[in-house]
């Protein structure tokens, strides 16, 4: 088989389960964990640090949120099923990189990732990331090639792959839409919070010792835990966050 076509049958395969088999990338914080200590021993440059890892993966969630919320529907979805796609996003952050939700994604995960302060975590981290993904870009972009030809062909011509480009930034074609972020983005919100919890939690084991969480943590976590079962029963039980189109 040539090694096209196996990049292929990797990516889709890879593609159907793209919402599950990144989660082993939190093995990579097991030998950052098991080490753990506060940075020259200061609960305040912790703090700070940990501030600074939650704003990288807010800015993973960022991206994700402008990128869903100027999409039509039957694109940029969470389908496991197979690839799909009823027209060619070239506008708006389309405009400057052809796979922005995957750039959330890294970003949402290189957070997490750092808590540890590890640069050689980091770097196995972004090694893994990229021949994953790298592989599911190939089969979709393969798909796109084929249903859309040359339409495609100009877009991706003149559009990187990951790391964007603002020189040829075209305005979206559809207006911004909250209630299909908030529809549809609710899960990878909570995903952070809950994760930076539990490393938090670990951590304060790990220092001091005891099993518990500090106030601030635990409003954090609640408030997150709330917006999440409130998202998730209007989306699942009202046409409230439905948005025609989109």
């Not at 005891?210 to 943590?217: G, I, M, N, V």
Request: with cysteine; net charge positive.
């Amino acid at each position: 088989m040539a090694l096209k076509e196996e990049f292929e049958i990797q990516g889709n395969w890879l593609f159907k389960w793209r919402s599950y088999l990144p989660l082993l990338l939190i093995i990579l914080l097991i030998p950052g964990m098991m080490d753990f200590t506060l940075p020259s021993g200061s609960r305040i440059m912790h703090t700070n640090w940990v501030i600074f890892c939650l704003f990288i993966s807010f800015v993973g969630l960022l991206v994700r949120a402008f990128t869903i919320g100027h999409t039509p529907e039957g694109t940029s979805g969470r389908n496991t099923e197979d690839q799909k796609a009823e027209t060619v996003n070239s506008t708006g952050i389309y405009s400057t990189v052809r796979h922005p939700l995957y750039v959330g994604n890294y970003f949402m995960w290189l957070g997490i990732i750092l808590y540890t302060r590890s640069g050689w975590i980091a770097l196995t981290f972004t090694l893994i990331y990229w021949i994953y993904y790298e592989r599911i870009m190939f089969a979709e972009e393969e798909f796109l090639r084929k249903k859309f030809g040359s339409d495609y062909e100009d877009w991706a011509g003149r559009t990187p792959a990951f790391i964007p480009s603002f020189k040829n930034w075209q305005k979206p074609s559809l207006t911004f839409s909250l209630r299909n972020v908030l529809k549809r983005e609710y899960s990878g919100f909570f995903a952070v919070i809950l994760s930076f919890t539990v490393l938090e939690f670990i951590k304060n084991y790990l220092v001091d010792g005891e099993l518990y969480l500090q106030t601030s943590w635990k409003i954090f976590f609640s408030v997150g835990l709330f917006i999440y079962l409130l998202l998730r029963t209007l989306k699942r039980k009202t046409r409230i966050l439905h948005v025609e189109g989109r």
